[in-house]
C-alpha cells in the first residue's frame, strides 16, 4: 500500500510592514490551530471529503498557541472533527516532512485511511522586533498549511522520504526559555529582562549546514523513490535564509523556473513553509496531477529531510 | 507486516523526595487531603541544571542495556514530553546530544498525559511497517520548574513529580505477540480544563513580566480537577473496551492493567468499571505523584521487575489527559 497527497489548501495573515520587512503577520490574538482551519478546510475541499473523513490529526509546529494542550486539540475541536486522535509533534523547520513520514506509516499500516497533517506557525509574537532582535525577527513570517493524505491512486504516491535530526548542534539555533531545566523556576522576570526567551541563531553554522546537508537529503529522498534528478518537476526547499535553499539549487544544478524558494516571499514558516509553498504552486496550475515534486528543508535542532510526490 | 514488542525498558527518578508534609511547610494543605484526593504520599523533584532530556538519558541508557543494544543501533529517537528543557529545539534533540549520536531522526511528541501512548503508537507503526528496527521511545517530565508551590497553586501542584522512563521497541517474528493495536483519541474542546497558558503563541506578545509574576499566574498549570475526573472515568473505560473489541477480547483477557498514574481514585475508579480485581491493575502514583509522559514507562518496569508480568500475559496501557486525550494499547508479552 502506498500514501498520496489527497489535498492540499494554506493560509496566510495579511501582509503587513514590520521591522522593514513585509511580511504575513497575524495581527489578531489568534494561534497557529485558528490560522490552520482554512488551510484544513482547503485541503478537504480539494480532497473532496467532508470533516468526519479525516481519521487522525498531525500537527507540527514550534509556536503552539498554549504550553500544552499541543496546537493540534485546539484545531481538532474549531475543525468540528471527530474525536480523533490529534498527534503534536516537534521537529522545527523540518516538521512537515516529519509529519509525512508518521502519516505515511499509519496508513501503510491500514490504521487510518485518511490523515489530516497541518504545519503553522505564529512566530511574530514571539520575535523581537527592536533593534536587538530585528536581524533575526525579520526573517520570518506566520501561516499555515494542510495536506490531506490518504492511500494512493494511480501513479499519485509519496514515493521516497529521508529525516535526519542531529541534536549535538542544538545550541546553534534555538530559543532556551521557557527552560523545564531551570530550577527552581523555568522562567523568570529576570529571564524576560534579558531577553532569553528570543530564539539565537550561529548564521555561519547554520548555513554551513544547511548547504551541507539539503543536497545530500534530497538525493536519499530521490534515492528512496526510485527517481532520477531530471524527472523532478519543482524543488520546494525550505530555509530559514533564502541565499542557502538559492545555493542548494545551484549545487544540484536546479534551474530557478523549477526552485520554489518560500522564504523568499514570506519569511521562514518553519513547518508551515512546505505545504503553504506546494499548496500555491497547485492552486498557480505549476504543479498538478502526475508533476512530481521534491520538498526539502533543514533548521533547529538541527534537523532536516526531504520527500518526493508524485501528485 | 510484522508486529513490534518492547526490546528494553528503563527508568530514572532524580534523588530528592519530596513529601506531602514537605509541601505542608510551603503550602496551606494536609497530607490526608493530597491522600484522600489522589492517593500521592510523595514524589521526586529534580535539581541543579536537569532537564527532562538529562534523566531521559539515563533511563535510555538502561533500556537498552536491557535490550542488549548499543546507542549506535537506534535508528529513531521519539521524545514524549509537556516539560521540554528548552522551548525550542526538541528535548530528542538534547537527548541526542547527551547519548552522544547524531544523524539519526529525532523528535518530539507533544500529548501530555496520553504522550507516552501516542509516541508508542507512531513507534509501532515505523516497527510494523519496516522503517526502522530499532526505535528509542523516551517520556520524560521536569514538572517542578513549571508549578506555583503556593497556596494559589496547591490543587495542581501537588499532584506532579518528575521522572522519566524509555522504552526501546523492535521487530516481533510471532504475529500473535508484542503490540496487538493502540488507539489514539483527543477532544479539544476541553483543552482549557487542564492547561499552561503562557508563553501562548496568541497572545500579543507571547510572553510578558505580568504573565511570569503578575496575579493571574499564567505561566503555571490550572486545572478544573471534578471536570477531569468526570471525563477520566468516562474515557479511559471507553478507549480500552474499543481496544479490546478491535482484538476480539473482554476486560477478563487483561492479565495487568497499567494506567496512567494520574489520581488514584481515577485508576481505581476505571478498574472497577472494568470489573478489575485490584491484583490485576498496577499502580505507584504513592511514589512519585502524576509523572505525565512519564508515568506508564516507570510502571511498567516496576511492574516487571516485580515479576507481574509473564510470557503470554495479556497488558494493558491506558491513559487520558489534558487536551483532553487519551489512548489505549494492548500488548501480548
Known sequence: MSTALHGLGH???????????????????????????????????????????????????????????????????????????????????????????????????????????????????????????????????????????????????????????????????????????????????????????????????????????????????????GTAPEQIDRYIIGHLMPEVAEAVGGHLGIPSSRLNIPSARHGHLTAAALPVALSEDVSNGIVGPGTTVCLAACGAGFAWGAAVVTL | MRNAKLLGIGHHVPPRIVTNRDLMAVMDTTDEWIQQRTGICERHYSEGWTGAAD?????????????????????????????????????????????????????????????????????????????????????????????????????????????????????????????????????????????????SSRERPRLTEDMIAGPDARTFPKMEGRYVFRHAVTRFPEVIREALDANGLTPEDISLFIPHQANLRISQAVAMSLGLPEERVFNNIQRYGNTTAASIPIALHEALDEGRVRSGDLVCLGAFGAGFTWAAALIRW
Open chain 2, 55 to 199: 534523566m531521559g538519558a539515563i533511563a535510555a541508557r538502561q533500556a537498552l542495556a536491557h535490550a542488549q543494544l548499543t546507542v549506535e543501533q537506534i535508528d529513531c529517537v521519539i521524545f514524549a514530553t509537556l516539560s521540554p528543557d528548552v522551548d525550542m529545539p526538541a528535548s530528542a534533540c538534547l537527548l541526542q546530544d547527551r547519548l552522544g549520536i547524531g544523524g539519526i531522526p529525532a523528535f518530539d511528541v507533544r500529548n501530555q498525559c496520553s504522550g507516552f501512548l501516542y509516541g508508542l503508537a507512531v513507534a509501532d507503526k515505523f516497527v510494523k511497517t519496516g522503517l526502522y528496527d530499532h526505535v528509542l521511545l523516551v517520556g520524560a517530565e521536569v514538572h517542578s520548574t513549571g508549578l506555583d508551590l503556593t497556596t494559589r497553586g496547591r490543587e495542581v501542584s501537588v499532584i506532579f513529580g518528575d521522572g522519566a522512563g524509555a522504552v526501546v521497541l523492535g521487530p516481533e517474528a510471532d504475529s500473535q505477540r508484542g503490540i496487538l493495536s493502540t488507539h489514539l483519541h483527543a477532544d479539544g474542546q476541553f483543552a482549557e480544563k487542564l492547561w499552561l497558558e503562557c508563553p
Open chain 1, 11 to 225: 493560509y496566510l495573515p495579511t501582509v503587513i510592514e514590520r521591522g522593514g520587512v513585509r511580511r504575513p503577520i497575524a495581527v489578531e490574538p489568534i494561534g497557529p490551530s485558528t490560522l490552520a482551519v482554512p488551510a484544513g478546510r482547503g485541503a478537504l475541499a480539494q480532497a473532496g471529503l467532508a470533516t468526519e473523513a479525516v481519521d487522525f490529526i498531525i500537527f507540527a509546529t514550534m509556536t503552539p498557541d498554549v504550553v500544552f494542550p499541543g496546537a493540534g486539540c485546539y484545531f481538532q475541536h474549531q475543525m468540528g472533527c471527530r474525536t480523533v486522535g490529534a498527534l503534536d509533534i516537534r521537529a522545527q523547520c523540518a516538521g512537515f516532512v516529519f509529519g509525512l513520514v508518521i502519516a505515511d506509516r499509519f496508513i501503510r499500516a491500514a490504521v487510518y485511511e485518511h490523515v489530516l497533517l497541518i504545519g503553522a506557525e505564529v512566530h511574530s509574537s514571539g520575535l523581537d522586533y527592536s533593534a536587538d532582535g530585528i536581524r533575526i525577527a525579520a526573517l520570518y513570517g506566520d501561516g499555515a498549511g494542510a495536506t490531506l493524505l490518504g492511500t494512493g491512486k494511480g501513479t499519485a504516491a509519496l514515493r521516497g522520504a529521508a529525516i535526519h535530526t542531529d541534536g549535538r548542534h542544538h545550541q546553534q539555533f534555538w530559543c532556551e526559555y521557557p527552560a523545564s531545566r531551570q530550577h527552581p523556576i523555568r522562567v523568570t522576570v529576570d529571564d524576560f529582562r534579558a531577553r532569553r526567551h528570543f530564539p539565537a541563531i550561529n548564521f555561519d553554522a547554520v548555513r554551513r549546514f544547511g548547504e551541507a546537508a539539503l543536497p545530500q537529503v534530497i538525493g536519499e529522498a530521490l534515492h528512496a523513490a
